[in-house]
């Protein structure tokens, strides 16, 4: 009998797993609580074989190869604009850069034929059983699935409704980060600095990011994400007056806490987290290719009869291997001027930009996932 799945969330990982669920012949819900898909974010990477060849099973490698924005480099420059130093589209753009919208797009356009999209309604509850889920929605009529998967992101409801509050999950890194479209041509980004805050252009998108604790600001709250922004950048120099003038007639906007996911269990029999609601970090440069991958194993292990714990068990060690130690916060933003200037005295050195580059490079060539027919 088919499995009917109900997938929350159609960022990344969610439409992965509508895409790679529909080619084994399961019936797939996916529910996005936005009222269509959304389209603000910067560009996302892919690095190494897993990232690629999954990419490729999934049947999206070629297209997304035509809309590569083949990388950009990132420069960080002072206020009048001279370079401090410079770090080469390898290393920001891994093998293949696409931007996100891009991406969920394609994810969403070929699971489309095998997928029914519920766009602008939301779970709000979950009773799971041994024969199903029953599922309730803000807007359409209560069904009953046989899996529901949360990927619905760092501030996941399924999390929530079937694991426990976002509290015990998510730990605040001391940063928000905020991205919104500016009338700009230049590819390259360009950073520019003071102690804590960053502001930075490129490729039609401005990006800020900028240290503070935990601020009572709701996430759902377009205007007030703009006060706020506008407030904390209030007389910075360089473009910053341009961006915020830019942010003044956004329509849309990314806005977040850079925040890190820890759960102790992404499982139960029939409830799955995927993405960024099971491992994610804001920013983490990992994110969006281990979300793919998790999407990628989880239809192969539901695909060939085996319970959630089988993608649990690999997942864990794959994911696990970056999240940790990741804290975007701390390398794009310093908190002080010390801080500033040692990151740009490091990053002007060769050697610590290679090595870092290797680095990344390694989380993404682990051999050690199955894959699938
Ligand atoms: C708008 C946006 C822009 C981003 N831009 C970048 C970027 O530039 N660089 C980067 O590295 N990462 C970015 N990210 C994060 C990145 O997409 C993820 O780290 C990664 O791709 C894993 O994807 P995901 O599908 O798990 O989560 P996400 O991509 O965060 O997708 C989660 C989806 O779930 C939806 N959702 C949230 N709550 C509910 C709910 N209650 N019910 C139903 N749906 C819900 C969200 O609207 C979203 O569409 C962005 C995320 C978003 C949402």
Redesign the pocket.
């Known amino acids: 009998m088919t499995k009917n799945v109900l997938i929350?969330?159609?960022?990344?990982?969610?439409p992965a797993l509508a895409l790679a669920l529909g080619r084994h012949g399961f019936g797939v819900t996916v529910?996005?609580?936005?009222p269509h898909l959304?389209t603000?974010?910067?560009?996302?990477d892919f690095r190494g074989p897993t990232h690629l060849g999954v990419l490729e099973r999934l049947g999206v490698l070629d297209e997304l190869r035509e809309l590569q924005t083949h990388g950009s480099a990132m420069s960080v420059v002072d206020e009048a604009g001279r370079e401090i130093f410079r770090l080469p589209p390898e290393f920001t753009g891994g093998e293949l850069e696409v931007l996100?919208s891009d991406l969920?797009a394609t994810l969403m356009r070929h699971s489309a034929p095998t997928t029914e999209y519920l766009f602008g309604d939301?779970?709000t509850g979950l009773t799971e059983t041994p024969d199903g889920v029953h599922v309730e929605f803000r807007h359409a009529a209560a069904r009953t699935f046989d899996i529901v998967v949360g990927?619905?992101?760092?501030?996941?409801?399924v999390r929530r409704l079937r694991f426990g509050p976002e509290q015990d999950f998510v730990k605040h890194l001391d940063y928000y980060i905020a991205?919104w479209a500016v009338p700009t041509t230049s590819t390259d980004a360009q950073h520019y600095g003071v102690p804590g805050k960053l502001a930075s252009v490129g490729a039609g998108n401005a990006m800020i990011v900028f240290a503070a604790p935990e601020l009572p600001v709701d996430l759902h709250d377009l205007a007030q994400q703009k006060d706020l922004i506008s407030s904390v950048y209030h007389g910075l120099g360089w473009r910053v007056p341009e961006m915020l003038a830019a942010l003044r007639d956004a329509p849309e906007i990314?806005f977040d806490s850079i925040s890190r996911v820890s759960a102790p269990a992404w499982t139960t029999n029939r409830v799955a987290l995927?993405?960024?609601?099971a491992w994610?970090v804001?920013?983490?440069?990992m994110?969006?290719g281990t979300?793919l991958v998790g999407a990628y194993v989880l239809a192969g292990e539901l695909a060939g009869g085996r319970p959630l714990s089988a993608y649990e068990a690999h997942m864990r060690p794959y994911a696990g291997r970056w999240q940790k130690h990741a804290h975007p916060g701390r390398f794009l933003a310093p908190r002080t001027r010390h801080g500033l200037w040692l990151r740009n005295r490091l990053f002007s050195t060769a050697l610590v930009r290679k090595s870092l580059l290797l680095s990344t490079d390694s989380f993404a060539k682990d051999p050690a996932l199955p894959t699938y027919a």
């Not at 603000?40 to 996302?44: C, E, K, N, T």
């Not at 995927?274 to 609601?277: R, S, T």
């Open positions: 929350s969330g159609a960022g990344i990982a969610g529910v996005e609580v936005a959304r603000s974010g910067f560009a996302v996100r969920s939301a779970i990927a619905d992101g760092m501030h996941s409801a991205g990314y995927l993405g960024d609601a994610g804001t920013l983490g440069g994110g969006v979300g």
